[in-house]
């Protein structure tokens, strides 16, 4: 009769983990974005095929909408960026069978011929962390903090995410920002800080894990002391390989959007 109420009771918190994951999976948005070295020299003739390129899109009644930005600091400064989202998991599977189309009318004009690379990579927020903006937000610039983190260590990495994320949320940090973790493209070890800022007087002074050094000392007392928040920015920190920070700013007269967008 105990095996069978232990047994029982391990179907009934198996069904709790499922279901969880289950929510968690549809409450999970996707992003997809392609970064583009443009050849040296020919940045003016790309930016006039993507200007030709958006009036397509617009001609078509398309609804396949994306933004378009360039990075202007950090690892990536120069490339172009078209970013598609947030779609949930059938919107990405609709849009991605669209490429297609849209790379024959994109190579068709000869677009090709001006780009150096390509990287595309998905992206899926993580549901329950960050501040993420409105629907329809639209931001100057964009802060893409990309983090690196030993296997062994992402679970460690990621309770702290969550515990400085309830710091922040505790003190009244209300910048938007959200956190997401590579779908393809990229290593799946990598976690991003994605946070929307207002140029450059809106930019706030953070270290390369995202956080706000003019506000550790009030992180420290939420978390209930220095030795608590230490703790906290250990478990943060070590399993980092690699962090690293790059801005994009974003070309509205470049970009597909939703009326009133």
């Not at 095996?3 to 069904?15: D, G, H, S």
């Not at 629907?135 to 893409?144: D, E, F, S």
């Not at 050094?213 to 939420?222: D, G, H, K, S």
């Amino acid at each position: 009769m105990k095996k069978i109420a232990i047994f029982v009771l391990f179907m009934t918190l198996a069904a709790a983990a499922t279901s969880a994951q289950e929510t968690q999976d549809e409450e999970r948005m996707f992003v997809m974005v392609t970064y583009v070295t443009i050849k040296q020299g020919m940045e003016q003739a790309f930016m006039a095929t993507v200007a030709d390129h958006l009036e397509w899109h617009k001609s078509t009644n398309d609804t396949h909408y994306f933004n378009s930005a360039q990075v202007i600091t950090g690892p990536r400064t120069g490339q172009f960026v078209w970013s598609a989202g947030p779609m949930t998991g059938a919107m990405l599977d609709e849009y991605s069978a669209f490429l297609e189309t849209d790379m024959e009318d994109w190579s068709g004009r000869g677009g090709m011929q001006y780009v150096d690379g390509t990287e595309t990579h998905i992206y899926a927020t993580l549901p329950g962390l960050g501040n993420p903006p409105p629907p329809g937000h639209q931001a100057t610039m964009v802060n893409i903090f990309e983090i690196d983190v030993e296997f062994v260590e992402l679970n460690t990495f990621m309770q702290a995410v969550t515990q400085l994320d309830a710091l922040e949320a505790q003190i009244g940090y209300a910048d938007y920002h959200v956190w997401t973790e590579v779908v393809s493209g990229d290593s799946f070890t990598k976690r991003h800080y994605v946070q929307w800022v207002d140029g450059w007087a809106d930019m706030p002074e953070l270290d390369m894990l995202g956080r706000d050094p003019a506000r550790q000392a009030e992180l420290a007392t939420a978390a209930g002391g220095e030795e608590a928040y230490a703790e906290l920015v250990e478990n943060l920190s070590r399993g980092v390989k690699t962090a690293t920070v790059h801005t994009i700013q974003n070309l509205p007269h470049l970009s597909f959007l939703p009326a009133g967008q």
